[in-house]
């Protein structure tokens, strides 16, 4: 049974969606205040977290920053309606996923699932000694066996989520990938109506990767199908080089 540990301020909401849980085979243990969160998101008991954004704004994103620093443990959050948190900040902090509130639980749980899912497959594709997989687009570089991006020779801090979306942009490079592709690719879920998962993660992305050389932008998004990385002026006509 896996254990799920929810940081909110809300007491009847944290008893209502622990119990909730509970149905659906986890375990889960609510606590509302910044310090003992982090404390328990640190303990190593716990397969997932579930932080509320206005807790998180309360704190500072000191949970969510000293998570990130010290563990690996995926984190879904939950947004407030009308509250002010940065979606796309968060993302850039290491949040594997989020969903607003009132919370569909079915949703919530099938959320879950997609990020363990997610992480069963990744440790599974992970070989057991390093291989040559390399793709190369203009200035920037992935390496399969070890989830790493560089740019111009210098790593890129990526989450998993951002990792897995740069991997099938670059392979599918010039070409464009829908947001269901790359929701089933990079989030192991189909995206529900009004989901904007994938174009808040898509945004985070280019933040990180920044613009070609010349101010070309890296990834376009291709209004009603999806975006494109786009090559650099130099590499139309020529392949994607994968090693």
Known sequence: MEHILIVDE?????????????????????VHE??????QALSGF???A??????????????LREIRSQSDMPVLMMTEPGTAMDCVEALEMGVDDYLPKPLNPRELV????????????????????????RVVVGDIEI??????ACRDGSLIELTSVEYSLLEVL??????????????????GRALGIND??????ISSLRKKLGHHPGGLERIRTIRNLGYLYARPLRLFGENVKVE
């Open 196 to 201: 904007r998962s994938i174009d808040v993660h």
């Open 46 to 48: 716990y397969a997932l």
């Open 170 to 187: 670059l392979r599918a490079a010039g070409q464009v990938v829908s947001r269901e592709e790359l929701a089933r690719s990079a989030l």
């Open 34 to 39: 910044v310090d003992q969160g982090l404390q």
């Open 110 to 133: 099938a959320r879950i699932r997609a990020i363990f899912r997610r992480m069963k497959r990744d440790y599974l594709a992970m070989p057991a000694m390093p291989t040559r997989d």
């Open 10 to 30: 809300d007491i009847e909401h944290c008893a209502w969606l622990a119990k909730y849980l509970k149905t659906e085979g986890f375990e889960a243990m609510a």
């Open 50 to 63: 579930l932080l509320n954004d206005s807790i998180l704004m309360t704190g500072g994103l000191k949970v």
């Open 143 to 148: 390496h399969g066996s070890m989830r790493i």
